[in-house]
């Protein structure tokens, strides 16, 4: 599973055919190849055949609350950057059977479901997506933290380390920034660096490089990891030379710089030392407790179980779905809620993902995807927040000093 062993790097350069042709091999040894589609329109991740199936031209125009696809970029095939899904549809899905029950006679039978065994190809994987799945990784037990080697984890959910362990992921490299994304700040993007089968890097023709040109899009396809590399001999490209990898990474440079939004420096100690400040009660006027931001969120893992039984009484099934820190119930404990009110939802999600998520996993619980902003039906902004905690802060300690 680890896809950042190989130490040799292999690139090639390829065409559409050549993603084509990448496609139906993996399609041929995978029950499913899963890839960015529009649906109900935005970009959502289902079952790709070619890349004819991918959001051909499209760009997304996104804000806080703001979500538009539009047409805009000729024959590129990455333009948009991410929709309201994530990978986590799959690796982690919103509803799963944990344990079913069946009466026999006197008896009592308990089974658990079989174990998850569809291979499944994750393809146009962001980078801030790599790095979401890296943290489930840890918050499901299907990767070294905290000092301890994978496998040695108190816990490991198997169904989520079996669907893992089962895949094979296509990294897409971003050629361009939403106005939601901060990436760069999180250092989880716009280039992938690890956790990849293979990645790709779409690169506009020359010698002007704007998205808009209609066609000669070329493809830079690097390994890492040996299945990858296996692929990479059949896609029918050429070697890439030294021109091709600088004009790669001239990409990732110009969305780095693009990319305006960003998180303030130190936000885990930050918000620590300020879980008493004034803008938790105005971030509480606005919020709806909606549980939007939860949803699409590529990290949050939040669940809650459901007994169902039929009318006889012989069958009975036990249900995980999501859940969301935003809702009343999920905070029940012992004949009530432990957090009443929005402010307290709110400080709990934020410090939850900046800041104390670290104690518990080593990393951030954030990647910089934007998703939160785009989807916040009122707009809220997580760097926004962040920054007028941090901004208060600055302005007290010059006053004081
Ligand atoms: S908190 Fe927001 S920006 Fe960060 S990973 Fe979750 S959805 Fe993306
Ligand atoms: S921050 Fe926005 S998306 Fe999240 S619960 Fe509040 S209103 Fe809903």
Same mark, same amino acid.
């Given at each position: 599973m680890d896809r950042?062993?190989?130490?040799?790097?292999?690139?090639?350069?390829?065409?559409?055919k050549g993603l084509d042709t990448l496609v139906a091999a993996l399609g041929a040894e995978y029950d499913a190849v899963i890839g960015p589609r529009v649906s109900g329109g935005a970009v959502t991740y289902d079952p790709i055949a070619s890349t004819a199936d991918l959001?051909?031209?499209?760009?997304?125009?996104?804000?806080g609350g703001h979500y538009r696809l539009h047409d805009g970029a000729g024959d590129a095939l990455f333009a948009y950057t991410v929709g309201p899904q994530s990978w986590k549809k799959y690796l982690y899905?919103?509803?799963? @059977?944990?344990?079913? !029950?069946?009466?026999?006679?006197?008896?009592?039978?308990? #089974?658990?479901?079989? %174990?998850?065994?569809? +291979? &499944?190809?994750?393809?146009?994987?962001?980078?801030?997506?790599?790095?979401?799945?890296?943290?489930?990784?840890?918050?499901?037990?299907?990767?070294?933290?905290?000092?301890?080697?994978?496998?040695?984890?108190?816990?490991?959910?198997t169904g989520y380390a079996a669907r893992r362990a089962a895949s094979f992921i296509v990294a897409v490299n971003c050629g361009r920034a939403s106005a939601t994304c901060f990436c760069a700040s999180m250092d989880t993007g716009p280039r992938a660096r690890s956790g990849y089968?293979?990645?790709?890097?779409?690169?506009?023709?020359?010698?002007?490089?704007?998205? @808009?040109?209609?066609? !000669?899009?070329?493809?830079?396809?690097?390994?890492?990891? #040996?299945?990858?590399? %296996?692929?990479?001999? +059949? &896609?029918?490209?050429?070697?890439?030379?030294?021109?091709?990898?600088?004009?790669?990474e001239s990409v990732s440079q110009a969305t780095r710089a693009s990319m305006k939004r960003e998180m303030v420096p130190d936000a885990a100690p930050l918000?620590?030392?300020?879980?008493?400040h004034p803008r938790w009660d105005e971030v509480a006027e606005r919020c709806l407790s909606c549980a939007n931001c939860t949803m699409v969120c590529p990290t949050c893992f939040c669940s809650t179980v459901e007994d169902t039984t039929d009318l006889t009484g012989?069958?009975?099934?036990?249900?995980?779905?999501?859940?969301?820190?935003? @809702?009343?119930?999920?905070?029940?404990?012992?004949?009530?809620?432990?957090?009443?009110?929005?402010?307290?939802?709110?400080?709990?999600?934020m410090?939850?993902?900046?800041?104390?998520?670290?104690?518990?996993?080593?990393?951030?619980?954030?990647?910089?995807?934007?998703?939160?902003?785009?989807?916040?039906?009122?707009?809220?902004?997580?760097?926004?927040?962040?920054?007028?905690?941090?901004?208060?802060?600055?302005?007290?300690?010059?006053g004081s000093a």
């Amino acid at each position: 599973m680890d896809r950042s062993t190989t130490t040799d790097v292999r690139r090639i350069v390829t065409d559409r055919k050549g993603l084509d042709t990448l496609v139906a091999a993996l399609g041929a040894e995978y029950d499913a190849v899963i890839g960015p589609r529009v649906s109900g329109g935005a970009v959502t991740y289902d079952p790709i055949a070619s890349t004819a199936d991918l959001p051909v031209g499209m760009v997304d125009e996104q804000e806080g609350g703001h979500y538009r696809l539009h047409d805009g970029a000729g024959d590129a095939l990455f333009a948009y950057t991410v929709g309201p899904q994530s990978w986590k549809k799959y690796l982690y899905p919103p509803r799963q @059977t944990l344990w079913r !029950g069946t009466r026999h006679g006197g008896g009592f039978a308990v #089974e658990a479901p079989p %174990a998850p065994t569809e +291979r &499944l190809v994750f393809f146009g994987v962001r980078p801030c997506e790599l790095a979401a799945i890296a943290i489930q990784d840890k918050v499901f037990g299907a990767a070294a933290h905290d000092g301890r080697a994978k496998g040695e984890q108190q816990y490991t959910d198997t169904g989520y380390a079996a669907r893992r362990a089962a895949s094979f992921i296509v990294a897409v490299n971003c050629g361009r920034a939403s106005a939601t994304c901060f990436c760069a700040s999180m250092d989880t993007g716009p280039r992938a660096r690890s956790g990849y089968d293979l990645a790709i890097t779409e690169i506009p023709p020359e010698p002007a490089p704007e998205l @808009t040109r209609d066609a !000669g899009f070329t493809y830079l396809v690097e390994s890492g990891s #040996e299945r990858g590399e %296996a692929l990479l001999d +059949r &896609l029918g490209g050429r070697p890439a030379a030294d021109g091709d990898i600088q004009a790669a990474e001239s990409v990732s440079q110009a969305t780095r710089a693009s990319m305006k939004r960003e998180m303030v420096p130190d936000a885990a100690p930050l918000l620590a030392r300020n879980l008493d400040h004034p803008r938790w009660d105005e971030v509480a006027e606005r919020c709806l407790s909606c549980a939007n931001c939860t949803m699409v969120c590529p990290t949050c893992f939040c669940s809650t179980v459901e007994d169902t039984t039929d009318l006889t009484g012989d069958h009975v099934e036990r249900w995980r779905r999501w859940d969301s820190c935003f @809702t009343l119930d999920f905070s029940y404990i012992h004949g009530g809620s432990i957090r009443r009110d929005t402010r307290s939802r709110y400080r709990q999600w934020m410090t939850h993902k900046l800041s104390s998520w670290e104690e518990q996993f080593g990393t951030s619980g954030c990647t910089g995807c934007g998703r939160c902003i785009t989807w916040c039906p009122v707009g809220i902004d997580i760097t926004e927040e962040a920054r007028a905690i941090h901004e208060s802060e600055r302005r007290a300690n010059e006053g004081s000093a």
